[in-house]
């Protein structure tokens, strides 16, 4: 079966944890769980965990089994069980899934709208060039003129575009396709933005977002009883294809073993804002870790969706701005001319 999205990952774990805090059996929660789920593509898998954790198997073993979910899941859920947190572990990731629902969602948009605006403007454009200038031409013909200058320039461009129409057909159909699978398949905008993390993962928002998880992921790992060098390798895994952060991981581990203060470890590996690290001095005295890395997380994580939302409100603006432009400057490098001739004639 194919890795579930966010949702339902963050639904079945909110589940689990309010089913095992009221004091029900595992066997039995997985099974009012798959109750709740019915008619989705999931329900038979938790059916199937049920008689598994009935028959004695552990939790962790049970996810491991089904082989759709994270690998962060069963780690985290593993060690739950191994330091009586299980419930704990499951709103955790229950929150934490539903902030990677709530990314994927602002990512989808931002990345959208613009390209929406973008295949209408230069649908308009390509009218205009492929359309509209040939009619000006002729009329120019007719009075003895012809297109020169920029409008000249811009109806050779037109008539090669001409030329071109099947293939930019064929373009913008490939386009309009990726843009709606993108919208509506969680699985291929997951490989979208895992190949954009890959290359472009290390800088601006991108990074942002990414620490932003490894921070959330790591919060988790501690209060979960895991040590700081294993609650590290385990939120290592989520910033995997993204260039220079096993780099970090390793020499943020290295200095916690060799005995640096963690504040410090993060924020000389790159891993976690100089900001965000100095707020761990005193939650370390204090004995609040756990407390402040999640309080740490949950501002990265609103400080990148901000960000986010940001980019979209400066790219839709600045993509109508240009098209409008372009078709001004389109418009007015034909009617000018025009204009002249006729107060000629008259």
Excluded at 106 to 118: E, H, T, V
Excluded at 153 to 163: A, D, N, R
Excluded at 239 to 246: D, R, S, T
Excluded at 295 to 319: C, F, H, N, Q, W
């Amino acid at each position: 079966m194919q890795k579930l999205n966010y949702d339902d990952i963050s639904s079945i774990c909110s589940g689990m944890a309010m089913l095992l805090h009221s004091g029900t059996g595992t066997a039995d929660a997985l099974a009012l769980v798959a109750a709740d789920m019915e008619g989705t593509k999931i329900q038979p898998v938790l059916k199937h965990m049920a008689d598994e954790a009935d028959d004695g198997m552990t939790l962790t073993k049970a996810f491991e089994n089904e082989g759709c979910f994270p690998s962060h899941l069963t780690a985290l859920l593993a060690v739950g069980e191994r330091t009586g947190h299980t419930e704990d572990s499951f709103r955790s990731l229950s929150d934490y899934y539903e902030s990677r629902s709530r990314m994927s969602r602002q990512i989808r948009d931002a990345l959208i709208y613009p390209m929406i605006l973008l295949i209408i403007m230069l649908v308009v454009i390509g009218v205009l060039l492929v359309y509209v200038l040939p009619i000006f031409n002729s009329v120019y013909q007719q009075l003895g003129g012809r297109l020169t200058g920029i409008a000249g320039g811009l109806f050779k461009l037109g008539q090669v575009l001409s030329k071109l129409m099947p293939v930019l057909c064929v373009l913008l159909l490939a386009l309009t396709a990726f843009i709606i699978a993108f919208a509506v398949s969680d699985s291929f905008r997951d490989r979208v933005t895992g190949l954009w993390r890959s290359k472009f993962g290390n800088r601006g928002i991108a990074w942002q977002a990414a620490s932003a998880h490894f921070a959330s992921a790591f919060s988790m790992g501690i209060s979960s009883g895991m040590e700081l060098e294993e609650a590290l390798d385990l939120s290592a895994g989520l910033l995997e294809g993204v260039p220079g952060a096993k780099e970090k991981c390793d020499s943020c581990r290295d200095m916690l073993m060799e005995g640096s203060a963690l504040s410090d470890a993060l924020k000389t590996s790159g891993l976690l804002p100089e900001a965000e690290c100095r707020l761990l001095v005193s939650a370390v005295k204090s004995g609040s870790t756990d407390r402040c890395i999640a309080d740490i997380a949950e501002r990265m994580s609103y400080k990148s969706e901000r960000a986010i939302s940001g980019l979209v409100s400066r790219i839709e603006p600045t993509l109508v701005i240009v098209g409008c432009l372009l078709v001004g400057l389109i418009l007015f490098s034909v009617m000018m001319p025009l204009l002249n001739i006729m107060s000629s004639i008259g």
